[in-house]
């Protein structure tokens, strides 16, 4: 009863729905923007929300960040200020979603529409200039996303693909032409599905927030935290967590009822469990067991430091 009393916090967390008339929504005096009855925020809504954190693990770009890292002393630093950010950013998210839909209660009827509450807001609360700034950070933070990602996708198909597994002889001219060719065709996708009026930003981010998730995290975890990780126990776990969040949301989500969970839990539960499988019936590298210990000791060099 008292989430009601919040205009707009209902349904834009999912667990309510406005009241449409003629597909217009209603809003009265003296009552809230959103009148209808909160639905049953069960369980398995609770654990899917909860799961999206499991995505940072994998996510290749945040990855990036710590492996770029000049100085081992300067990771307490760097996850303090990347944690702070995330709180802030994420934070002042959901309350540009809420204040756009108590503002504007009858033009962000669809999940489509309701993507462009930011712009909305921009464009009719602030002066042109400064409406302008804000336009172009949205262009800024879509550009600084978009070519990390084509940069990681081309070089992974170029570099690891064609020259690790297909042509391991490749000249670094033919590595340039295939990463080229990836790059123009993960463009053509990307343009074909932003040509779709009613898309849903968020659907597809969802989807590939939980391939990264799924695929790379369990095994950054593993790697970090258990020395008997293996080669063969890390493929395992890459592959069944990508092929798994493809089988769970096209597959075995639509049944519904518990398997209605966000796809990414399962699949990150299923790529734990290959990695230790198959880990366990492999051998490790004695190699690899050492680099780990020695690194394990610096790292505890460093906290006792600090």
Known sequence: ENLKQFPGFLEFVGIGDPVLVDGTQQVANNLPVFSAEPADYGIITILSTLSWGLGYFGVPQVLLRFMAIRDPQEIKISRRTAT??????LGAAVLIGMTGRALYPTELLTASASESVF???SSRLMPPFLAGIMMAGILAATISSSDSYLLIASSAVA???YQGIFDKKAEDHQVMRISKITLLLISLVAIFLALDEESVIFQIV???WAGFGATFGPLMLFS???????????IAGMVSGGVMVFIWKLLLKPMGGILNIYELLPAFLISCIFIV?????TKTDPRVQEDYDTAMKELNKLNQLN
């Open 224 to 234: 970090l935290f258990w020395r008997n990780t293996t080669k063969e126990g890390a």
């Open 277 to 281: 499988v198959v880990s366990k019936m």
């Open 119 to 121: 712009i909305l807001m």
């Open 206 to 208: 969802s989807f590939a």
């Open 84 to 89: 702070t950010w995330v709180i802030i950013s």
């Open 159 to 161: 570099k690891n693909l």
